[in-house]
């Protein structure tokens, strides 16, 4: 474990275990819990200051969620992110982000329009640390939800938020993708503002592929890493 997670904020409101839960999610989603590590009970208790009983249950419903896997005999492990898991969500997410921006550019209000503008500003004149991008990022998509004025199409993609959110903030770290990413919101919103419905469409599904295709590249690199540590430390053998 690369860096150490920090103790829970108890919440009167929810249940402890719920808390635990969602703090360990976050903790995968941004990559503070890597695929891959394991998951020792007791020393995640200690870090976060809890007791083992809420991280078990934690651990167990973040199975069911895919973001653990049990192996018989050794534990829990944070869950690895294939290239099929990869493509099936960039797959739905690029037709529903593109249907978002097509009814935007239809519906969006200037007020609206004024808010998706100002959030890129925002992005270009402020040093940002990996964690305020993602949530930049999710708060401009989660705009264009808006402006889509369909709330079956925004509840599925709120379906699809956690596993959207692991995907971004792995994308968003690749360096320079953050700098395409101003560039390609910027033209999404250009297009929403002149109520170009099929360009907006155009720009939003281009936008998520590129997004997907810096994503494999993260996967293929992430695979390489312990091929090259283990060449290193044969070599210092």
């Known amino acids: 474990m690369g860096r150490k997670l920090v103790p829970v904020k108890l919440d009167s409101y929810?249940?402890?275990r719920e808390i635990v839960f969602e703090s360990l999610r976050e903790a995968i989603i941004t990559g503070v819990l890597e695929p891959g590590e394991r998951l020792m009970e007791i020393q995640l208790a200690e870090e976060m200051g809890v007791s083992r009983t809420p991280v078990r249950e934690a651990i167990r419903k973040l199975e069911l969620e895919n973001f653990v896997v049990m192996?018989?005999?050794k534990g829990a492990y944070v869950a690895g992110v294939s290239h099929k898991d990869v493509a099936d969500v960039f797959e739905i997410r690029s037709a529903l982000?593109?249907?978002?921006?097509a009814l935007a550019a239809e519906r969006a209000t200037d007020e609206e329009i004024e808010q998706m503008q100002r959030l890129l500003l925002y992005h270009e004149e402020q040093e940002l640390s990996l964690e305020q991008i993602v949530n930049s990022d999710t708060d401009f998509?989660?705009?264009?939800?808006?402006?889509s004025r369909n709330e079956r199409l925004i509840q599925i993609l709120a379906n699809l938020r956690e596993q959207i959110q692991r995907f971004r903030s792995?994308?968003?770290?690749v360096p320079g993708r953050l700098k395409d990413a101003i560039h390609e919101h910027q033209a999404i919103v250009d297009a929403i503002a002149r109520h170009d419905a099929e360009e907006a469409q155009a720009l939003a599904t281009s936008h998520i592929m590129a997004a997907e295709n810096v994503m494999f590249e993260a996967l293929r690199l992430s695979k390489e890493k312990p091929k090259d540590s283990s060449e290193a430390n044969s070599e210092r053998e």
């Open 14 to 16: 929810k249940p402890l």
């Open 71 to 73: 192996i018989p005999r």
């Open 97 to 101: 982000e593109g249907l978002a921006a």
């Open 141 to 147: 998509h989660a705009l264009v939800y808006k402006a």
């Open 170 to 173: 792995t994308s968003l770290a």
